[in-house]
């Protein structure tokens, strides 16, 4: 056995014997009162909502149900242009098919990659929302993830019974979110800084979310 590796086994030997005669301790896990950063009651949470929603740069639309369609048909008249395809991906049915009868269009979730490519606007419905930082959870499960990751515009359609108050609870509340193959938090349109440190905005996804929440 070399010199080398005489010391070697020398230094594990201290460092076993040292890390055996340690006690283990175990810390108690930090109960949610800790971690938790919002703990307003949920008749505030869409207010606090649309105002980190809008202070990350994203636009919000307040509406009530029956508002819901002439607020998406203003939003697409507003961002689209009279040819511009739109993308529909809803795990609400009859949600989608407003949408899509709003939209003039209607594309098949998962037939055409290069025709999701070409869209100009994606709606969706999410999973939840969170009001801790005006983020959008939307998942793969009854979706195609393309609805809000190419268009450069992103409408999302939240109701103010899907807001969650922080992360804490997401993780607690949304399994069915946390399952899905792809699951993202969208908190503000897309952008980067890495060249020359110069914020870009609409890199790497939409550079605009609306988002129309219904309370």
């Known amino acids: 056995m070399t010199t080398r590796q005489s010391a070697v086994d020398a230094l594990l030997a201290r460092v076993r014997a040292a890390v055996r005669a340690q006690p283990v301790t175990v810390r108690e896990v930090p109960s949610h009162a800790v971690v938790r950063r919002v703990t307003?009651?949920?008749a505030n949470l869409a207010d606090l909502f649309a105002?980190?929603?809008a202070a990350v740069g994203m636009r919000v639309t307040r509406v009530?149900?029956?508002?819901?369609?002439a607020a998406v048909t203003t939003l697409l008249a507003t961002h689209a242009q009279a040819d511009a395809k739109v993308v529909v991906a809803m795990r609400d049915a009859n949600l989608a098919a407003?949408?899509?009868a709003i939209a003039g269009t209607?594309?098949?979730?998962?037939?055409?990659?290069d025709l999701l490519f070409d869209c100009f606007v994606g709606i969706t419905d999410v999973d939840c929302a969170i009001a801790e930082s005006g983020s959008l959870v939307v998942s793969t499960n009854g979706?195609?993830?393309n609805a809000w990751v190419t268009p450069p515009i992103h409408v999302a359609?939240?109701?103010a019974a899907q807001i969650l108050p922080d992360l804490v609870d997401l993780f607690e509340s949304a399994t069915d979110a946390l399952d899905a193959a792809s699951t993202t938090i969208i908190t503000g349109p897309s952008k980067t800084a890495d060249i020359e440190g110069v914020l870009v905005t609409g890199v790497h996804g939409p550079a605009a979310v609306e988002i129309v929440l219904v309370s």
Not at 64 to 69: M, T
Not at 106 to 113: S, V
């Open 106 to 113: 209607r594309l098949a979730a998962n037939d055409n990659d």
């Open 40 to 42: 307003c009651d949920t």
């Open 143 to 145: 979706r195609i993830r």
């Open 98 to 100: 407003r949408a899509s």
């Open 64 to 69: 009530d149900e029956a508002g819901l369609d």
């Open 51 to 53: 105002t980190k929603a």
């Open 157 to 159: 359609i939240v109701r």
